[in-house]
């Protein structure tokens, strides 16, 4: 896991988030919040911007599935 956070991607944390956890389906993660799955690849690669509503919204899934993961027992 690479926790380098890039200064040039400060202002997406989208594409950041996407560059620190490759792991992260944005596909599954876009169609889970009912967000055009290019769009959202449009946020990963920096070529759109989402504003902060739709940071927070992202940011909010991924708390939820962090507390899913903590809860899993294999």
Known sequence: ???DI???LCNNSIQQLAERFPELNIK???I???????LMHQYTNGSKNPG????????DYIHKLA???LNTTL
């Open 1 to 3: 896991m690479n926790n």
């Open 67 to 69: 507390e899913e993961l």
């Open 32 to 38: 889970a919040l009912g967000i055009n799955d290019k």
């Open 6 to 8: 890039n200064p040039k």
């Open 52 to 59: 902060p509503e739709r940071r927070k919204e992202v940011e």
């Open 28 to 30: 599954q993660i876009a």
